[in-house]
């Protein structure tokens, strides 16, 4: 029942029929599902596909360029309790890295996955840092982060979808 008051003696209106339309847009979409499943095929023994070969890479030097700033004293900690945080956290996204690279070397999805949610966490922390950015040059190198990341994030989608195929049945009769 509606919240607005009936006149009395007035009977509740019908509710419309489902429109055709939305039956037919959830089908087409559902079509277009289907058929970009198809499109896919399952990886070949030993196959990566390139993002995640690039995704590999990209996991691979930031680990490497982590360790670099470690041993070089880079971490902006001033106290030495400070500095055996910022080392230690640093080794941990170092170790975190390394791992996703090893992963994703080897096709594994989890891999994949843990690649997208880091990229996903440096987008939203690039573009929390445009708002705060405090020149030009910092602007950019945060829009250029995000392009990056971006790009990458998106170009793992598919082969991820490749990645978690089931090999397909052959057909033969």
């Known amino acids: 029942m509606s919240r607005k008051r009936r006149r009395s003696g007035q009977a509740p209106r019908p509710k419309p029929p489902a429109e055709a339309g ?14 970009a499943r198809a499109e896919l095929r399952p990886l070949a023994p030993g196959e990566r596909p390139t993002a995640v070969t690039v995704g590999a890479i ?15 004293g880079w971490d902006g900690a001033a106290g030495s309790d400070d500095r055996a945080r910022a080392v230690a956290g640093s080794l941990l996204v170092t170790g975190l890295l390394l791992v996703v690279a090893w992963g994703m070397w080897q096709s594994k ?12 966490l440096t987008l939203i922390a690039a573009a929390l840092g445009i708002v705060t950015a405090e020149n030009l040059a910092a ?7 995000i392009a990056g990341a971006g790009t990458l994030f998106w170009f ?3 082969a991820m979808a490749r990645i978690q195929m089931p090999e397909r049945p052959s057909r033969a009769r």
């Open 22 to 35: 939305a039956e037919r847009g959830y089908a087409r979409g559902r079509a277009k599902d289907e058929a």
């Open 58 to 72: 990209v996991a691979l030097l930031l680990g490497l360029a982590n360790v670099i700033a470690v041993i070089a």
């Open 109 to 120: 999805y989890w891999a994949v996955l843990g690649m997208q949610t880091l990229l996903a």
């Open 139 to 145: 602007m950019l190198i945060l829009v250029a982060i």
């Open 156 to 158: 793992m989608v598919k």
